[in-house]
């Protein structure tokens, strides 16, 4: 599943970006702007801030598009202690966690700790969002960021949350993660579910079978 990575290095850190997993969420660019700016043509200076910054705005990353390495002896990127969704108002849903990514047949086709799983239906990318739900309008509530857990962490890395996509049919989560929904309310917590991944479900971000009644269709 990945692509070119593009690769700029710095003193201290090398940054690593997967340019077909953007959607532009602009963390990186509203954070550190000195480091990541799309004015320039070399976009990503790392050596415009400290090592441990350009990582920590790496992190905030929702789609998994930004990645890092130290050279410094400086910590690498950690599991996250829970997995967590978030639903992005007409958007994707935002994973983020021990996340792996596996296909109709069980084939693992991405390991990583964050990715942006379309939920609209029409990405070319499926299961990836590739912004297509900005083409089509497509409505669903959700929060207007992505959130991430409150709760003191617990030093243990998170156990695998499986993402299974059933060929033609919705997104099977298996493990234990935290749903949030919108800007405010408590996350809720999940251990298997099946989320709509066809963008007709009435009962969002859930499956309710919508997807055999509008014949959709996705390997």
Same mark, same amino acid.
């Given at each position: 599943?990945?692509?070119?990575?593009?690769?700029?290095?710095?003193?201290?850190?090398?940054?690593?970006?997967?340019?077909?997993?953007?959607?532009?969420?602009?963390?990186?660019?509203?954070?550190?702007? *000195?480091?990541?700016?799309?004015?320039? #043509?070399?976009?990503? %200076? &790392?050596?415009?801030?400290? /090592?441990?910054? =350009?990582?920590? @705005?790496?992190?905030?990353?929702?789609?998994?598009?930004?990645?890092?390495?130290?050279?410094?002896?400086?910590?690498?990127?950690?599991?996250?202690?829970?997995?967590?969704?978030?639903?992005?108002?007409?958007?994707?849903?935002?994973?983020?966690?021990?996340?792996?990514?596996?296909?109709?047949?069980?084939?693992?086709?991405?390991?990583?700790?964050?990715?942006?799983?379309?939920?609209?239906?029409?990405?070319?990318?499926?299961?990836?969002?590739?912004?297509?739900?900005?083409?089509?309008?497509?409505? *669903?509530?959700?929060?207007?960021?992505? #959130?991430?857990?409150? %709760? &003191?962490?617990?030093?243990? /890395?998170?156990? =695998?949350?499986? @993402?299974?996509?059933?060929?033609?049919?919705?997104?099977?989560?298996?493990?234990?993660?935290?749903?949030?929904?919108?800007?405010?309310?408590?996350?809720?917590?999940?251990?298997?579910?099946?989320?709509?991944?066809?963008?007709?479900?009435?009962?969002?971000?859930?499956?309710?079978?919508?997807?055999?009644?509008?014949?959709?269709?996705?390997?």
């Amino acid at each position: 599943m990945p692509d070119k990575i593009h690769e700029y290095r710095g003193r201290a850190i090398v940054v690593r970006y997967d340019a077909k997993r953007c959607i532009h969420a602009a963390e990186c660019v509203n954070r550190l702007s *000195a480091v990541f700016d799309t004015s320039r #043509r070399r976009w990503v %200076e &790392p050596d415009e801030a400290p /090592a441990n910054r =350009v990582a920590e @705005v790496i992190l905030s990353c929702p789609t998994g598009a930004l990645h890092f390495e130290r050279l410094d002896g400086g910590p690498a990127e950690a599991l996250p202690e829970r997995n967590a969704v978030t639903l992005a108002a007409n958007g994707p849903l935002y994973v983020r966690g021990n996340v792996e990514i596996k296909s109709g047949d069980g084939r693992v086709l991405l390991k990583d700790t964050r990715a942006a799983l379309c939920r609209c239906g029409t990405s070319k990318r499926r299961p990836l969002c590739d912004n297509s739900h900005l083409a089509i309008d497509f409505e *669903a509530a959700g929060a207007r960021r992505e #959130r991430l857990s409150a %709760e &003191p962490p617990s030093g243990a /890395a998170a156990p =695998v949350l499986t @993402v299974n996509m059933e060929s033609n049919g919705p997104l099977y989560l298996e493990g234990p993660f935290e749903l949030y929904q919108d800007d405010a309310g408590p996350a809720t917590h999940h251990r298997d579910a099946a989320l709509c991944r066809c963008g007709g479900s009435g009962d969002k971000p859930f499956c309710d079978g919508t997807h055999r009644s509008i014949n959709f269709t996705a390997a």
